[in-house]
């Protein structure tokens, strides 16, 4: 009974110690991004030792007696601010603040040395900070997670982390497709005044959290249990964990759904689009959706992986996820090539745009190769990717890209009759083995500045032509 009513506090303990760590991690973010410094200053100290002191019991005693000395010109800088502005003296106030609070952190660490500051001392304590604060952070997850019901308990921490590593993806994902097309773009401005959300306040907020509150939180934990000596870790690997990878595979699935029922009647239907109408002409933001769908690809792969990693092979739950966000993903790949395909019939092809569309083929085999594998066990995923790579860098060294693009603007010229305008500078960049396809251009130009500047440009490459030395290590076909 006893013991029980330990491992309530500490888990009770744990959980309020995060807590608060990370409401102080949103407060110096209000203090250092907020009006200036004044007040604000000693309350953040004191607040600080208020969480040391009650985390710790107000027992102080075990502690190195230099750290509490360090309070004194702590607490008499803090109160400082609270005097009048000074801008040239908050100016070398605050670094020696949060050099004394850094020096204090050290001696909290170290009990039983008798040394002061010295070359050897200071990087063999930062050493003992970093490896007490590692140990703290698994401390306390375990202090978190011993409760009767632990399978609960677990599902809800795994769920969490899973929304965690899912952020930063969903955000750039959301940003990216909100670069691509205004009509997503207006409606997340609209979700966001709706629920009055300001996205720069929770990014920093998330940042401060992420870099001073949890980080106080694993450090006062591992100063409190520097006595143990064998660290302890986890159970089981969190990053194996399927709860994990399916909170993951989830929030993409939520993102990318979005960006497709905003795309659904303007690119699917578009000959009776009236719904966000806005996207239907966006012919631009194809590099955005492009890079958008790599991402989800690379995100699908290793959450496979290590699914079928974990269990040996995939339960239905992920296939059934892996095919709706692959699925989701080929949608918003046509999008892109939707776009693009616009995009080249207005502007002309170039090299970066051919590249752009062998990536989106690539990237569609890919995902086809993920859709077999879901029903194919058999299957080698890695292998499959291996050999759809090589097959496509084969195909774009065979090829002769320059001239493809070439062949392809002169075409477009030949045929539009004088409505289409060709990029001749563009052309300048290719190399040598247009020049046949610049005599066509040539012969169908009808007379002006274009065909005075093209006609130079074709006598300086008939020139380097014939002065280009021929041997057997750079000898091509095409001479």
Same mark, same amino acid.
């Given at each position: 009974?006893?013991?029980?009513?330990?491992?309530?506090?500490?888990?009770?303990?744990?959980?309020?110690?995060?807590?608060?760590?990370?409401?102080?991690?949103?407060?110096?973010?209000?203090?250092?991004?907020?009006?200036?410094?004044?007040?604000?200053?000693?309350?953040?100290?004191?607040?600080?030792?208020?969480?040391?002191?009650?985390?710790?019991?107000?027992? /102080?005693?075990?502690?190195?007696?230099?750290?509490?000395? /360090?309070?004194?010109?702590?607490?008499?800088?803090?109160?400082?601010?609270?005097?009048?502005?000074?801008?040239?003296?908050?100016?070398?106030?605050?670094?020696?603040?949060?050099?004394?609070?850094?020096?204090?952190?050290?001696?909290?660490?170290?009990?039983?040395?008798?040394?002061?500051?010295?070359?050897?001392?200071?990087?063999?304590?930062?050493?003992?900070?970093?490896?007490?604060?590692?140990?703290?952070?698994?401390?306390?997850?375990?202090?978190?997670?011993?409760?009767?019901?632990?399978?609960?308990?677990?599902?809800?921490?795994?769920?969490?982390?899973?929304?965690?590593?899912?952020?930063?993806?969903?955000?750039?994902?959301?940003?990216?497709?909100?670069?691509?097309?205004?009509?997503?773009?207006?409606?997340?401005?609209?979700?966001?005044?709706?629920?009055?959300?300001?996205?720069?306040?929770?990014?920093?907020?998330?940042?401060?959290?992420?870099?001073?509150?949890?980080?106080?939180?694993?450090?006062?934990?591992?100063?409190?249990?520097?006595?143990?000596? !064998?660290?302890?870790?986890?159970?089981?690997?969190?990053?194996?964990?399927?709860?994990?990878?399916?909170?993951?595979?989830?929030?993409?699935?939520?993102?990318?759904?979005?960006?497709? !029922?905003?795309?659904?009647?303007?690119?699917?239907?578009?000959?009776?689009?009236?719904?966000?109408?806005?996207?239907?002409?966006?012919?631009?933001?194809?590099?955005?959706?492009?890079?958008?769908?790599?991402?989800?690809? !690379?995100?699908?792969?290793?959450?496979?992986?290590?699914?079928?990693?974990?269990?040996?092979?995939?339960?239905?739950? %992920?296939?059934?996820?892996?095919?709706?966000?692959?699925?989701?993903?080929?949608?918003?790949?046509?999008?892109?090539?939707?776009?693009?395909?616009?995009?080249?019939?207005?502007?002309?092809?170039?090299?970066?745009?051919?590249?752009?569309?062998?990536? %989106?083929? &690539?990237?569609?085999?890919?995902?086809?190769?993920?859709?077999?594998?879901?029903?194919?066990?058999? /299957?080698?995923?890695?292998?499959?990717? !291996?050999?759809?790579?090589?097959?496509?860098?084969?195909?774009?060294?065979?090829?002769?890209?320059?001239?493809?693009?070439?062949?392809?603007?002169?075409?477009?010229?030949?045929?539009?009759?004088?409505?289409?305008?060709?990029?001749?500078?563009?052309?300048?960049?290719?190399?040598?083995?247009?020049?046949?396809?610049?005599?066509? &251009?040539?012969?169908? %130009?009808?007379?002006?500045?274009?065909?005075?500047?093209?006609?130079?440009?074709?006598?300086?490459?008939?020139?380097?032509?014939?002065?280009?030395?021929?041997?057997?290590?750079?000898?091509?076909?095409?001479?």
């Amino acid at each position: 009974m006893e013991k029980e009513r330990v491992v309530t506090q500490d888990k009770i303990k744990a959980t309020s110690l995060l807590v608060v760590s990370l409401l102080f991690g949103i407060w110096l973010r209000e203090v250092l991004v907020g009006n200036g410094f004044g007040l604000s200053v000693l309350i953040t100290v004191i607040v600080y030792y208020a969480i040391v002191f009650w985390y710790f019991d107000f027992n /102080l005693s075990a502690l190195n007696p230099k750290a509490a000395i /360090l309070c004194v010109p702590i607490v008499f800088l803090a109160a400082g601010f609270l005097l009048h502005p000074n801008g040239v003296g908050q100016f070398f106030a605050i670094p020696t603040l949060l050099g004394l609070v850094i020096l204090q952190t050290i001696f909290l660490f170290d009990r039983t040395s008798k040394n002061f500051l010295s070359v050897r001392y200071v990087p063999m304590m930062f050493r003992k900070v970093f490896n007490g604060s590692v140990n703290g952070i698994e401390r306390l997850f375990i202090q978190m997670k011993q409760t009767k019901n632990k399978k609960a308990s677990s599902q809800v921490k795994y769920i969490l982390i899973g929304l965690v590593i899912a952020l930063p993806l969903v955000a750039i994902l959301i940003a990216l497709f909100s670069r691509a097309d205004q009509g997503y773009a207006d409606a997340i401005t609209h979700l966001l005044r709706y629920f009055n959300i300001n996205l720069s306040n929770i990014f920093l907020d998330l940042f401060f959290c992420g870099f001073f509150g949890f980080p106080l939180a694993a450090c006062l934990v591992g100063l409190k249990y520097i006595p143990e000596k !064998a660290p302890v870790t986890f159970e089981k690997p969190l990053h194996l964990n399927v709860t994990i990878l399916a909170t993951v595979l989830i929030s993409l699935l939520l993102v990318a759904l979005s960006f497709i !029922a905003v795309q659904f009647q303007s690119l699917f239907f578009p000959a009776g689009a009236t719904l966000f109408s806005r996207a239907s002409t966006a012919i631009d933001g194809f590099a955005q959706i492009t890079f958008a769908s790599a991402l989800l690809f !690379a995100a699908i792969t290793p959450v496979f992986l290590l699914a079928e990693k974990r269990l040996g092979k995939l339960p239905n739950s %992920m296939r059934a996820l892996i095919v709706l966000l692959s699925l989701s993903n080929l949608a918003i790949l046509y999008s892109a090539v939707y776009r693009m395909s616009n995009y080249i019939a207005d502007g002309g092809l170039s090299v970066k745009r051919f590249l752009t569309m062998w990536l %989106m083929a &690539l990237i569609a085999v890919a995902l086809v190769g993920v859709l077999v594998k879901c029903f194919v066990p058999r /299957l080698g995923l890695i292998q499959f990717f !291996a050999v759809t790579a090589i097959l496509g860098v084969c195909f774009l060294n065979i090829i002769n890209v320059d001239r493809t693009v070439a062949q392809f603007n002169i075409s477009k010229y030949i045929s539009a009759q004088g409505t289409y305008k060709i990029d001749l500078k563009q052309l300048g960049y290719l190399n040598n083995s247009i020049l046949p396809d610049l005599r066509i &251009l040539d012969a169908n %130009m009808p007379s002006g500045k274009d065909k005075v500047y093209l006609q130079r440009m074709i006598d300086e490459r008939q020139r380097q032509q014939r002065t280009t030395e021929i041997t057997i290590l750079n000898y091509t076909l095409n001479w």
